[in-house]
């Protein structure tokens, strides 16, 4: 799976569990607040019924149309006497007809569920010269209620299907956009690795982000590689060229040797001398490639030498080697100079 994969799949797992979150404390909280607001508009007309009660003909039959101004819709109101007899009851639904009774010594609002409704019941007692006479009782079964939460529910779970696709969408730009230089810089290697070429990325000059310190640390990082390839070539050519001059001076002198130096002891000897040296010379040569081709790991050791002194060697061996006189000219015996340490004594030429 790509990082862009995986991203888009981490935002819209996030954004899931925003939603189950928020549209959990949404639907509880509606429901809560809407039943405390029943319960408290039911206990209300339940408080208000009692002081309008007259307990001397409460049993008469003058006290119904008191009992059906106060009756809620899909509501019962029922006075009960003390030997739980329902002597009065407004209200056509059936299924609050079965509601227990309650003799509550307080007045008393609870949220109780039978068959599957919801119902809100005040409870009341119904005193006459501090005697408990009866109970009155206030229902109403919330149908609407839970018509609006069923309601909520399916408002909440198209809102929430509609976000997912949304984040699901933005999700795929946004890694999107995020990742482009992320590709960028990948697209970048692969044609370092196809063309040979150092290339760089451009930086925008607003944002410093992370995925900006990544693209300038991959910036810094090429520079850095691009300054390595060119001393290593540059490393190449001057090992090269040291390489070939001993080579030359030992090819001259053998050349000379197979030619004069049977009958000339003293150019047998000059020319045994010089190969011997040219040979040592090779030989540190090679020893000495491997500290060289590590030249960037190491600290540069300094030391002092003498430029006329190298000068004068160099002539000497490019004499043999290109067949020509050479002079060294200079006003002073002794020219010094700073080199890497134990860099010329092999390299002449390397020194700068």
């Known amino acids: 799976m790509s990082i862009k994969a995986k991203l888009s799949l981490l935002l819209v797992c996030w954004s899931l569990l925003i939603l189950l979150i928020a549209n959990t404390i949404i639907y509880f909280s509606y429901v809560k607040l809407t039943e405390n607001r029943e319960v408290e508009n039911l206990k209300e007309i339940g408080e208000g019924l009692l002081e309008k009660l007259n307990t001397n003909d409460l049993f008469s039959p003058s006290m119904r149309p008191l009992l059906q101004s106060v009756l809620p819709d899909d509501g019962m109101v029922r006075i009960i006497d003390k030997e739980n007899q329902v002597i009065m009851r407004t ?98 290697m692969d044609n370092i690795q196809k063309y040979g070429r150092f290339e760089k990325i451009q930086l925008p000059q607003k944002k410093h982000d992370e995925i900006f310190q990544l693209a300038d640390n991959f910036n810094r990082m090429i520079d850095y590689l691009k300054e390595i390839f060119q001393k290593q070539e540059q490393f190449i050519s001057d090992a090269s060229h040291e390489l070939k001059t001993p080579l030359t001076v030992i090819e001259n002198y053998a050349s000379m040797l197979n030619r004069w130096g049977k009958d000339n002891p003293d150019l047998l000897n000059e020319g045994i001398e010089t190969i011997q040296d040219e040979s040592k010379r090779i030989k540190n040569m090679v020893e000495q490639l491997l ?48 080199s890497n340490k134990g860099y010329s004594q092999h390299f002449g030429n390397f020194v700068r």
Not at 141 to 170: C, N, P, R, Y
Not at 309 to 330: G, S, W, Y
Request: hydrophobic fraction near 45%; charged fraction near 25%; aromatic fraction near 4%.
């Open 291 to 338: 500290d060289l081709a590590a030249i960037n790991k190491q600290p540069f050791e300094k030391e002092v030498i003498n430029i006329t002194e190298l000068c004068k060697q160099t002539a000497k061996r490019l004499e043999v080697a290109t067949d020509r006189p050479i002079r060294v000219i200079n006003d002073s015996k002794s020219i010094s100079g700073l």
């Open 91 to 188: 209200g056509e639904e059936d299924d609050l007809f079965n509601l227990p009774i309650n003799h509550s010594v307080v007045n008393q609002t609870d949220m109780i569920r039978l068959d599957g409704d919801m119902i809100v019941v005040f409870t009341a007692p119904i005193f006459k010269n501090n005697q408990r006479i009866g109970t009155i009782e206030l229902s109403r079964v919330l149908d609407d209620h839970l018509e609006d939460i069923e309601i909520l529910l399916t408002i909440l779970i198209g809102v929430s299907v509609l976000l997912i696709v949304l984040a699901v969408f933005f999700g795929k730009i946004t890694s999107r956009i995020f990742l482009r230089p992320v590709s960028v810089i990948g697209t970048t």
